[in-house]
């Protein structure tokens, strides 16, 4: 999406009356929206057309939501996909990221809430026009045009959820960043102290990072939040 263009987004829900609420909401926003009523049209749509933003909801007729959005991930790493459901859960929410959901909106929701996700995920999308296309820490790089990451050379596999904690850390490199900056900044939530599901990714993204090296890059202050830095 070049800057002034309309955002293209897809809309994969069941309910005929969620989808056409959803679809009209959106386009007072000035949103195009294409509405597919099944995970198999939903598949269709995304092979056919390039979309900006895709808005799945896990509960689907036929293949799950969440099998979409790994098919999704399989074939673009690049498309935010915001998911939503009736399920909000921290086991639900973590395994809509792993499936490689950018965010999570629990069903009934706040229709400006919705908005306001959708124009974080596009202004994140739409970040990516900069000089240094690689991030680097010691023997740790991200490259932010094929979305990977390599320590000492060796590609490390993450999901959407694990590249955007690791891309937030990698850019605030060296500075103590809390909880509370993570679910903002990475999550674009305020922060429930009801929850861990920060620190299960950190954790996650600890054991890609840093297990099979001897120099460890994440590090815990306790009282204060994380910081990725050589020493």
Request: aromatic content about 8%.
């Amino acid at each position: 999406m070049t800057a002034g263009s309309i955002a293209n987004l897809l809309l994969v829900e069941d309910e005929p009356k969620v989808a056409t609420f959803i679809k009209k909401g959106l386009q007072t926003q000035s949103y195009t929206v294409e509405v597919a009523l099944t995970g198999e049209e939903g598949k269709q749509r995304f092979s056919e057309i390039a979309f900006d933003l895709i808005i799945l909801d896990v509960n689907l007729p036929d293949i799950s939501g969440l099998e979409l959005a790994e098919y999704i991930r399989q074939h673009n790493r690049r498309v935010p996909i915001l998911m939503l459901t009736a399920l909000d859960t921290t086991a639900d929410k973590l395994l809509g990221f792993e499936a490689g959901a950018d965010d999570y909106l629990a069903k009934p929701f706040d229709f400006l809430e919705l908005v306001a996700r959708i124009k974080a995920l596009l202004r994140r999308a739409g970040t990516t026009e900069e000089a240094d296309r690689i991030l680097r820490v010691a023997d740790l790089e991200l490259n932010l045009d094929e979305r990977v990451a390599r320590r000492q050379g060796q590609t490390i596999e993450l999901t959407a959820r694990e590249y955007a904690l690791l891309e937030y850390l990698m850019r605030n490199a060296g500075r103590v960043v809390s909880r509370v900056d993570i679910a903002e900044q990475v999550w674009d939530i305020g922060f429930d102290t009801g929850t861990n599901v920060i620190d299960v990714y950190v954790s996650y993204l600890r054991a890609k990072i840093d297990k099979d090296y001897p120099v460890k890059l994440i590090h815990t202050l306790i009282g204060m939040g994380y910081v990725l830095k050589e020493k």
